[in-house]
């Protein structure tokens, strides 16, 4: 009784001291709204339990945390929270069953790191990092990011062995692979595009499996295989890469050519 008491005060705490939103609740599962200040996300954090979603102000804060287990982390407003990372370790750690929706991460030796079961990252802004994703031992649910700019690859798994697919990214101007996959992993990768990184388009280990298709691939300096089956090779047209506008001229050939239909890349611009 005492602990839901006290997550009752850090609610109203942050309404009162903030005059935060409506959605705030007073039942579990708990949405927070946490402004901009690592003193309240890690209030936020501290007291969070399984079920909970802190809906994150736009503006500034501090990474280099662990989500707990059941939580989720998700940006008011998409890419407008920005977790920055102090250049070592991992910016954002997912637990069992946690989730980052919406965020730039940026700073880390790894964006975005998951070891647990049932985690998922959802239309991120990971750039500026190292490694932007990398998952091990456990399928994480990898969907509508924008994975770019990171000094070495886009995304990493390793002994990641699943039969569900990551989908709808896009991984670009990366140093390295835009892909890479290690260990005995088996994992199915459609409707993204990787393009424009420093080496693959797609590193396999030879232990590993991948299913691909209805992906763009585009390289600068290697090609470490045969176009697969159903996926393509051409420029997606972004209007302005320079400044890190991914969206597409409506020329592309990105649009309506996924499967079923679906656009190609993370589609944070269009149906999110």
Known sequence: MSRLLNRKAL??????AFGLYADLVSTSPYIIAVPASARQLQAALARSQRGDTLILENG???GNFRIPPGVTIKARENGKAQITGNGRGNVITLSNGSSAIGLSVSGGRIGIFSDGIDNAIIANRIHNNSTGIMAVAHFVRIE????????????QLWDVNTDEEIFNNTIVFNDNHGLSIGGTSAVGFVNNIVAFNGRFVVQINPESKIFQAFN????????????????FSFDPEFINPEA????????????????NGANIGSRIYTAL
């Open 144 to 155: 509508d990011n924008l994975i770019f700019r990171n000094s070495s690859s886009g995304i």
């Open 11 to 16: 609610v109203l705490t942050l309404f009162l």
């Open 216 to 231: 763009v691939f585009l390289s600068y300096i290697q090609v470490n295989m045969a176009l697969p089956e159903n996926n």
């Open 60 to 62: 500034r804060y501090r």
């Open 244 to 259: 890190n506008d991914f969206r597409a001229r409506r020329t592309s050939r990105i649009f309506n050519n996924g499967r």
